[in-house]
């Protein structure tokens, strides 16, 4: 009987447990991130529309970087890896409500994020139930690929409209690649989860698909914002 595969870290018998504590931290972040977004969409609406609402979501944003780089040095040091995770899940709770104060479209909010979630998910189980097709094959690295050529892609087109005006079908394009790449990048993030981290490092792991998630969202905000327009 095989226990462990070649490239996994992990006991095969371990890995079922692992997903479910990783899911688990990745699904607990989204909640929290989510109910400060509502907070601020509704008790703090008024607020987060002055200027002292950019300044909370700066704070936000920075405190959140700050927190990732910080993250590394506890990872494996419980209670204070989990209470830096989900500190992050608060400060960018503050840089989505902010954005979504603006938009000030339930409506299209909710269909980002329910976009978000269905692709996230799908992408997820596929790449899990087919593990280890996707871990000895090529397909893995086609996704990092993938990935990596359309942020490319899009933070050139970005960069582009630092000179040029942004018009409604570059940001639909922009929107787009990133879309395609940060769902290739979910696609091999979670294809690492039985190859690049051991049982100790769910925080990290957990970390690395939220992260994902984000972009993810903001990319469909974005994109179906555009539409909307």
């Not at 405190?63 to 400060?91: D, E």
């Not at 902010?98 to 909710?110: F, Y």
């Amino acid at each position: 009987m095989k226990l462990v595969d070649e490239e996994s870290l992990l006991p095969s018998y371990i890995l079922p447990d692992f997903y479910r504590k990783v899911y688990g931290l990745v699904a607990a972040q989204v909640a929290v991130t989510s109910g400060v977004v509502l907070i601020c969409m509704y008790p703090l609406n008024q607020a987060m529309r002055s200027p002292q609402g950019q300044t909370i979501s700066l704070i936000g944003g920075l405190a959140a970087l700050f927190t990732v780089c910080q993250i590394t040095c506890f990872k494996q040091r419980f209670p204070w890896n989990a209470v830096l995770l989900f500190s992050i899940s608060i400060g960018e709770g503050f840089v989505l409500g902010h954005v979504c104060v603006i938009i000030n479209d339930g409506i299209l909010i909710l269909t980002s994020f329910l976009a978000c979630a269905s692709t996230f998910t799908c992408l997820s189980a596929i790449t899990l139930c087919t593990s280890n097709n996707i871990q000895h094959s090529p397909f893995r690295q086609l996704s990092a690929t993938v990935a990596l050529s359309s942020l490319m892609a899009s933070g050139f087109l970005m960069v582009s409209n630092c000179f040029f005006p942004m018009s409604s079908p570059m940001s639909y394009l922009i929107s787009t690649l990133g879309i395609v790449g940060f769902s290739s990048l979910v696609v091999y993030d979670t294809s690492l989860l039985s190859m690049q981290y051991n049982v100790d490092e769910s925080i990290e792991a957990a970390l690395q698909l939220y992260l994902d998630i984000l972009n993810l969202f903001m990319c469909f905000l974005q994109c179906l914002n555009g539409s909307s327009e």
